[in-house]
């Protein structure tokens, strides 16, 4: 579907209220070529006043009346995880292109109906793997694609946070129930399997554990502590197709945040990513030095709200304003999304069955 020049600028409807409403719609808003429409949210009167905050003109608690508006070209869902598939469908079968939240779904057989759908109807579809847009982890991608690993032969990367505790106040209950797919191998992990996938290539091999070691948490909207019964740590062992290994480790219920470290060792060199930082060493060298990635001037940092997605976020709607009009399929998109809820669920199959989990692509 391509847009005409009298039909832009793109105009978004947002399909949640919560981080939907914390980070999409202002970026959104923020954003020359997009204007965000309609807002829908399980709550009406929620709906309401993040319409009337951000000037929207629509506001429903039924995403199944903003889906159908005519204005509306792009529907940005950010719902909980056992709504993606509905909601996306419902999109798709009214002809809408669809920015659609991590996990892509609650499984990969909904995965792949959803993308199946998009391409049947040649609809863009498009996931917000936001955190690709960040200077370091690009550098990093180029890096590796120029050979400055050689044979890749191991990669560690360990996540350790407080960010369920200390972050409780904010979330809704979804996030800590497995019926509603939360967890935190689907928030975090989703993430960074997305760009283990894109960095390295497939993976070929999983076993996982899987833990739930905090059973109660306060939570947003609840005046006693809610009972939890997702993943709050997790550890992976995959196998990548070109033989090299992986482990993956993470928690959200650590006392202590660390920066994301990941370390990828291969024949020619070694790359570390720490942070925004990343060091490396080629064969012959004995220490590690820090390598420049370069600013990157396309986002102002003037006003920008305090949360780690609204940059990484910005510079994606940025290519999506320019995408979108083009009628141009980019990335990340289902397909993207599709591999990695594979991943997830070998994960989760291997820590349920205390088996290694063969993924075949």
């Given at each position: 579907m391509r847009l005409s020049t009298e039909e832009t600028p793109v105009r978004v409807g947002v399909v949640g209220t919560g981080f939907g409403a914390r980070t999409h719609i202002p970026v959104f808003q923020a954003t020359p070529g997009i204007c965000v429409s309609a807002v829908a949210g399980a709550n009406k009167e929620r709906a309401e006043k993040v319409a009337q905050k951000y000037n929207i003109s629509h506001a429903f608690n039924d995403y199944r009346q903003l889906v159908e508006l005519p204005e509306i070209n792009l529907i940005s869902v950010v719902t909980p995880p056992n709504l993606h598939y509905p909601v996306v469908m419902a999109a798709l079968e009214a002809?809408?292109?669809?920015?659609?939240?991590?996990?892509?779904?609650?499984?990969?057989?909904?995965?792949?109906?959803?993308l199946d759908k998009a391409r049947e109807k040649g609809i863009i579809h498009l996931m917000n793997f936001e955190f690709r847009t960040v200077p370091v982890r690009k550098k990093m991608k180029l890096l590796i694609d120029e050979g400055y690993l050689g044979q890749l032969y191991l990669v560690h990367v360990s996540i350790f946070t407080n960010f369920w505790r200390d972050y409780s106040h904010i979330m809704r209950r979804w996030w800590f129930?497995?019926?509603?797919?939360?967890?935190?191998?689907?928030?975090?992990?989703?993430?960074?399997?997305d760009a283990l996938l894109c960095w390295f290539?497939?993976?070929?091999?999983?076993?996982?554990?899987l833990d739930t070691l905090v059973t109660s948490l306060k939570v947003k909207d609840f005046e006693v502590p809610q009972n939890v019964d997702a993943d709050d740590t997790f550890s992976l062992l995959v196998r990548f197709k070109n033989g090299a290994s992986g482990v993956f480790a993470s928690s959200a219920v650590a006392h202590t945040t660390e920066m994301p470290r990941v370390v990828a060792y291969g024949s020619e060199g070694t790359l570390v990513l720490e942070g925004d930082c990343l060091y490396g060493s080629r064969r012959g060298e004995t220490e590690m030095k820090e390598i420049t990635v370069g600013d990157d001037e396309s986002v102002?940092?003037?006003?920008?709200?305090?949360?780690?997605?609204?940059?990484?976020?910005?510079?994606?709607?940025?290519?999506?304003?320019?995408?979108?009009?083009?009628g141009q399929q980019v990335s990340p998109s289902f397909e993207d999304g599709l591999r990695c809820q594979v991943v997830m669920d070998a994960a989760r199959l291997s820590s349920t069955e205390g088996k290694r989990v063969i993924i075949i692509n």
């Open positions: 002809g809408k292109h669809v920015l659609c939240e991590k996990p892509m779904a609650m499984d990969a057989n909904e995965s792949r109906v959803m129930r497995s019926e509603s797919g939360g967890g935190w191998l689907g928030a975090l992990g989703f993430h960074f399997i290539g497939e993976m070929v091999e999983v076993s996982a554990q102002q940092t003037e006003n920008i709200i305090l949360d780690p997605h609204y940059v990484p976020f910005t510079r994606w709607v940025q290519h999506i304003a320019e995408a979108i009009p083009c």
